[in-house]
């Protein structure tokens, strides 16, 4: 991400999904100015950043980089006109994380974002978690962050990490993959996001078939993420990558860091039933949790020369502020944030975020390689194909079905 972002240094690219939340009247705001900080300190990555020397990049912890949150008072006129300009650019020399508080004569508001190369979305929600219990005074004790960080240094010298390398290679190394949904269209422009979102109309109820399959989401979805690959580019042979949030162990759930890695997966398809698969999906994704410390999408020299389509199944982490005692609600969703003229990280995303009960689809794509109708046909493939594996699994025809 660092490296990405150096190439759109402009560019709000890795602003992980800014929020803007109206606080409850009756919270003190002095008290939250210095709840903010005592939450901060528990979670060493707030005090990061990043220097090169030699051109290499390294973290360095300031403990002072933060040391207080202003409250701003100002009109809710005021207010109003500067919203739109509280997302900025993070620096790698920035702090990794930007609170802001205001207070009008209508309402209280906090402001939160962080930069996604220090901070993920699981993260995100452990800060806010922690802030409402360090507000009702509760201790908390500081997260393993550099323990977590050392912990994949000393792998790399392990006879795992090398196990691990060969295991990856012998499995993607020699196959020519398809790795996303065939380019359209060309424009030498500078490269912009372009954003899809759809409500599905499937809901968290249908997917309670998966348990029959003994299927996790990532599984299920991973898979129709490759098949509407297959199908849209007709292709046999597909790879993507699936997201995972990274905390393995009991000691990394309170972390606040970035600790999502991304893990290839892919399929030869010819004559695959639907549970074969789902049988090779699921025994991928257990695999690249046993190889972990091996990042191959970022080392392997043939995944970087080109893009890969991500996949990313997020789960109920963005109505965070409906649980927390401190806010009443989110007052700017991400959805409407302006990210404007951000730039696109990968050449498609593709997300399922859950709401409740329902599910939200939506792709992140590069806008200069992508027409919008294309992206469009692409998101009908992805939940047509979803309904119609879900029909099959519940008049239980997986192990029959060919779909390509």
């Known amino acids: 991400m660092y490296e990405r972002q150096k190439e759109f240094p402009d560019s709000p690219l890795f602003n992980m999904y800014p929020m803007l939340m109206k606080l409850y009247d009756w919270v003190d705001m002095k008290k939250m100015s210095e709840t903010i900080i005592k939450t901060a300190q528990v979670h060493p990555a707030c005090f990061s950043v990043i220097e090169e020397h030699n051109g290499v990049p390294f973290q360095k912890y300031i403990p002072d980089l933060i040391t207080d949150v202003k409250i701003e008072k100002i009109s809710d006129a005021e207010f109003q006109s500067m919203i739109n300009t509280l997302v900025q650019p993070f620096k790698p020399d920035d702090a990794p994380v930007r609170f802001r508080l205001f207070e009008t004569e209508k309402a209280k508001y906090f402001f939160f974002d962080t930069y996604h190369v220090f901070c993920d979305a699981f993260a995100k929600a452990i800060f806010l978690y922690d802030l409402d219990k360090v507000y009702a005074g509760k201790e908390l004790e500081r997260d393993g962050w550099f323990s977590y960080l050392e912990e994949r240094e000393r792998a790399k010298n392990l006879p795992h990490y090398q196990e691990s390398r060969l295991y990856y290679e012998n499995l993607y190394g020699n196959t020519e993959w398809s790795r996303y949904p065939k380019i359209d269209f060309s424009d030498e422009r500078e490269n912009t996001q372009g954003l899809l979102f ?207």
């Open 198 to 404: 759809r409500e599905v109309d499937f809901c968290q109820s249908d997917l309670e078939i998966l348990k029959n399959y003994h299927l996790t989401y990532n599984e299920f979805f991973s898979a129709i993420s490759l098949l509407s690959t297959a199908i849209f580019n007709n292709s046999e042979n597909v790879i993507n990558t699936w997201t995972y949030k990274g905390r393995w162990k009991k000691s990394h759930h309170n972390i606040v860091g970035n600790m999502i890695l991304d893990m290839p997966v892919a399929l030869n398809l010819q004559n695959l039933t639907v549970n074969q698969i789902f049988e090779s999906v699921r025994e991928q994704l257990k695999g690249s949790l046993l190889h972990r410390d091996y990042s191959y999408t970022m080392l392997d020299e043939k995944i970087l020369r080109d893009d890969i389509l991500c996949f990313i199944y997020h789960g109920n982490l963005y109505d965070v502020p409906a649980k927390i005692n401190l806010f009443e609600s989110m007052v700017i969703d991400f959805n409407d944030f302006s990210k404007g003229s951000g730039t696109s990280d990968n050449i498609i995303d593709v997300e399922l975020r859950q709401d409740d009960d329902k599910l939200l689809f939506l792709t992140d794509y590069a806008a200069n390689k992508y027409k919008p109708e294309t992206i469009e046909k692409f998101a009908d493939i992805f939940l047509d194909l979803t309904n119609k594996l879900l029909k099959l699994m519940n008049e239980n025809k997986c192990a029959s079905e060919v779909l390509f």
